[in-house]
């Protein structure tokens, strides 16, 4: 077998050709279902009758769903504001092989190879076996390339000569771009093939004052022949490359380069950067080969939309993660390739922890647009940067013209912001992160909260009035009890921050910022020991989706396991199932850590089965290739089952255990303070080996019994359900905050 396939779209396949439930999987005794037994693999005898159900390649820079005649490309967006939505490039590489396009006796098979970052199609026809392979190179990142073999069965025979073998393919880019307008393309010969270019420019600004000038875009690519042509034996690979950059240079230096390399090595090169970045980091499942595939096709999905850390030409800026990848995002159904909070409270938690290295560039994306969040704020009335809730090119709010109310009210994707930054602070100590911009996003955050709380007088508590909580059902309410924990936290952050970075930014009221969390108010309801959803909300009523259950995790807000227990069960009952994905996911995640691993399994059943793929259960799908919903699935793995809990002072493993079928579930490479870790838990035991320990911090492990200082190369297993502590050294001379909020200032503090 040639090459490797992208894992979670032809399960997406399958759901579509099917119109039923990822359960659909197990039948495996149609045409349509995956009959590959790799893990990293997915294989089908046909592609899904819905376009939207094909999988995808990219490499952070350039993507496109396979056989769409669109390519997009990492922060060229078309489009006034909340019109403003990935432009479209026409697929040059969008090559068909026609055995593949009609009615014909060749079955085609289709793989899509995680492991190796490409599709391949392969048609086993009467006198030859063609084999396409088509992958974003991974080194030669402003490529897509797209190669075809064509081996021969018949053997070297002196006695008979053979007719040619032709095979007829069609290159399908689809019309002209709404997006871009481009020049006429031009010919010429390089190293005597013949090459077009293109170059052309978005046509609309998604903000004048943000962006003056509109985008440029050049591609390049191999003009493509009607058929290839293969004497009668032996094998021959044919390469079509197509590139795109902002800058013409670039873009042809890179279809010079691919041109230049040998087929082989050209596909080793790319390879070899998919072997990189496995190899730092998994989540690896045994004994469930649907989970298996499931997790390896998440993975897949969201690096093919992170930037290369090693490429042949420096990269662009990073624009980030939207809610289905770098290979959507054209349309509103796609979310326009938009970032939300979706990116830094779903898709990020997972990342941080494997891949920190992303985790920073996710963050880097918000710190380049935050003077636009400044500006934002200001305009509103308030201080500090307040977020957009979409976010394009420029940083400017870009939310769809259906929806102004989000943009309005769900203030709080700027507190998950600094819960993203206060969790990258607690798993890497990043000082250079901080000295460049971190103190500074981290206080301007705690300011637009503290402009946003106002002080009640009758109450004793600060109320943060206007606003929207994740549950969008609710519109303009007083104290969401997410929001006023992200705001809390945030304020508390900048009080942390203010102490970590005095030497070097000046902070100017951190105990301002503390007093005001403290007596943020958090709705409470003492006899029902539970948290209404907000100031005044109705029990009984309706919600769209987890909203207070994320107090207990991600957040991991501390409140008792009554309170815990009453706010999953009471709110499991009022979710409409209509909802998104993510919601039982982190229900998993709640019975999972008070014990309750019944009703664990049942959530976490919840979460993947009806649509780990897409938005929405069927028949309405929602966006498709959700990688909101990814994150919130690999969150129950890992922070779920796995245990695992970042707080500014420690890593916790709490009660882990396997996911259900399964024999084994391993973390390999979770980074901590500097260290390399894996947690590996199967039948037997779990246990916790450091492969690398940093200097610097030195780490501590309470593994139930005993501290144990981690060296590398050492074992620790755990016995029971811990939880199990693993600590350094305090950072500088600064206390973690106290995050806790809903305490009155009219009382006096402590009581
Ligand atoms: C699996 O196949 C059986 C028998 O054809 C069918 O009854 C069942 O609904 C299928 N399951 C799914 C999830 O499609
Ligand atoms: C290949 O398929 C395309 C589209 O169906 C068609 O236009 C073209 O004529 C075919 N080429 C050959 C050689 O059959
Ligand atoms: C394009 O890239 C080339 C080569 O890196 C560089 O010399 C040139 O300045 C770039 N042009 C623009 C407009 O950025
Ligand atoms: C202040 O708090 C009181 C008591 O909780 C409440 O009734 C009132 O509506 C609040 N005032 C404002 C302006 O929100
Ligand atoms: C939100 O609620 C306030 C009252 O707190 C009201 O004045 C305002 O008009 C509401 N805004 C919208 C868009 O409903
Ligand atoms: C939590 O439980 C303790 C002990 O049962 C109780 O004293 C305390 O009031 C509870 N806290 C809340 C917020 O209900
Ligand atoms: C969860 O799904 C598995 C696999 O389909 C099934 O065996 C198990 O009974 C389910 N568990 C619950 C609690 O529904
Ligand atoms: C971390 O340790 C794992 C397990 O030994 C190893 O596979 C991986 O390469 C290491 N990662 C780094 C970045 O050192
Ligand atoms: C382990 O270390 C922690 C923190 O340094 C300390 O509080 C605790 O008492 C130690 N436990 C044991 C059993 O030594």
Redesign the pocket.
């Known amino acids: 077998m040639l090459g490797v396939l992208a894992a979670a779209a032809l399960v997406v396949v399958l759901l579509a050709t099917k119109g039923a439930s990822l359960a659909v999987v197990e039948n495996l005794s149609t045409e349509t279902d995956d009959v590959s037994k790799d893990p990293h693999v997915f294989s089908t005898y046909s592609l899904p009758s819905d376009d939207r159900f094909m999988p995808s390649i990219g490499n952070g820079h350039v993507a496109t769903n396979m056989f769409s005649d669109t390519v997009y490309m990492n922060g060229l967006y078309n489009g006034f504001k909340g019109e403003s939505h990935r432009a479209r490039i026409p697929s040059w590489a969008n090559i068909r092989l026609n055995s593949t396009l009609t009615q014909n006796p060749y079955s085609p098979m289709y793989n899509l190879d995680t492991k190796h970052g490409v599709f391949t199609v392969t048609v086993d026809r009467e006198r030859s076996v063609v084999t396409q392979r088509i992958y974003a190179h991974r080194f030669y990142t402003r490529a897509i390339v797209n190669q075809i073999q064509v081996a021969s069965k018949h053997r070297p025979d002196p006695n008979f000569l053979h007719p040619e073998i032709w095979i007829a393919i069609k290159l399908m880019p689809g019309p002209t771009s709404v997006d871009i307008a481009f020049e006429d393309p031009i010919p010429e010969i390089i190293d005597g093939r013949t090459v077009w270019s293109v170059c052309g420019q978005t046509k609309v600004s998604e903000d004048q004052t943000y962006q003056p000038l509109p985008l440029d875009v050049c591609a390049y690519w191999t003009s493509v022949p009607d058929h290839l042509v293969v004497p009668q034996h032996g094998t021959r690979v044919f390469t079509f490359a197509m590139t795109v950059d902002k800058n013409k240079t670039i873009a042809r230096h890179e279809l010079i380069k691919v041109l230049q390399t040998d087929g082989e090595e050209l596909f080793e090169k790319h390879v070899e950067q998919w072997q990189r970045l496995y190899q730092q980091a998994g989540v690896h499942i045994e004994g469930n080969l649907k989970l298996a595939k499931i997790v390896n096709g998440i993975w897949y999905y969201y690096l093919s939309s992170l930037p290369a850390e090693v490429s042949h030409q420096p990269l662009d800026r990073f624009f980030g993660l939207s809610p289905t990848g770098l290979a959507r995002g054209g349309t509103f159904d796609d979310y326009e390739g938009h970032n939300f909070w979706d990116t830094e409270t779903w898709m990020y938690p997972s990342i941080l922890l494997l891949y920190p290295q992303y985790a920073h560039a996710l963050l880097q994306y918000r710190l380049e647009t935050a003077y636009v969040a400044a500006h934002l704020a200001r305009s509103t009335g308030h201080k500090g940067y307040r977020f957009p809730w979409e976010s394009a090119y420029t940083g400017t709010e870009v939310t769809q013209p259906c929806c102004p109310e989000v943009a309005e009210f769900e203030q709080h994707v700027s507190g998950c912001i600094s819960f993203a930054a206060r969790q990258y602070l607690a798993t890497t100590r990043d000082e250079d992160w901080l000295k460049q911009g971190g103190c500074s996003l981290v206080t301007n955050i705690a300011d637009f909260w503290a402009s946003r709380a106002v002080i009640n007088y009758t109450s004793g508590f600060y109320d943060i009035e206007n606003v929207m909580g994740p549950d969008e059902d609710h519109s303009n309410v007083t104290n969401s009890a997410f929001t006023n924990v992200v705001a809390g936290y945030s304020m508390y952050l900048a009080q942390y921050v203010a102490c970590l970075c005095k030497d070097y930014y000046m902070s100017r009221e951190p105990e301002h910022y503390a007093d005001i969390a403290w007596s943020l108010a958090l709705p409470?309801d003492?006899d029902l020991?539970y948290h209404p959803q907000y100031t005044g909300y109705a029990r009984g009523e309706g919600i769209k989706q987890a909203d207070v259950v994320l107090l207990g995790f991600p957040l991991q807000y501390p409140?008792?396991e009554?309170?815990r227990m009453n706010d999953l069960s009471y709110y499991e009952s009022v979710t409409r199932s209509s909802g998104p994905a993510m919601t039982w996911s982190m229900h998993a995640v709640g019975h999972l850590r008070l014990g309750d691993r019944q009703h664990a399994e049942k959530m976490f059943n919840k979460s993947y089965k009806a649509y780990v793929w897409t938005e929405l259960r069927r028949p309405d799908v929602g966006a498709v290739n959700f990688h909101t919903g990814m994150g919130g699935f690999l969150q129950a793995l890992m922070f779920g089952y796995a245990g695992v809990s970042v707080y500014l002072d420690r890593l916790e493993i709490n009660r882990p255990q396997l996911p259900p079928q399964t024999t084994r579930l391993k973390i390999r490479g979770m980074k901590y303070l500097g260290a390399n870790l894996t947690l590996d838990i199967d039948e037997n035991d779990i246990s916790l080996t450091a492969t690398s320990i940093d200097d610097n911090w030195p780490l501590l492990i309470n593994n139930g019994k005993y501290n144990v200082t981690l060296v590398p190369g050492l074992t620790v297993t755990l016995s029971g359900d811990g939880p199990f502590t693993i600590r350094s050294k305090q950072w500088k001379d600064c206390k973690v905050p106290a995050d806790v909020i809903g305490q009155s200032y009219l009382r006096p503090i402590g009581t």
Request: aromatic fraction near 14%; charge should be negative; hydrophobic fraction near 30%.
């Open positions: 409470y003492a020991d409140m008792n009554s309170t």
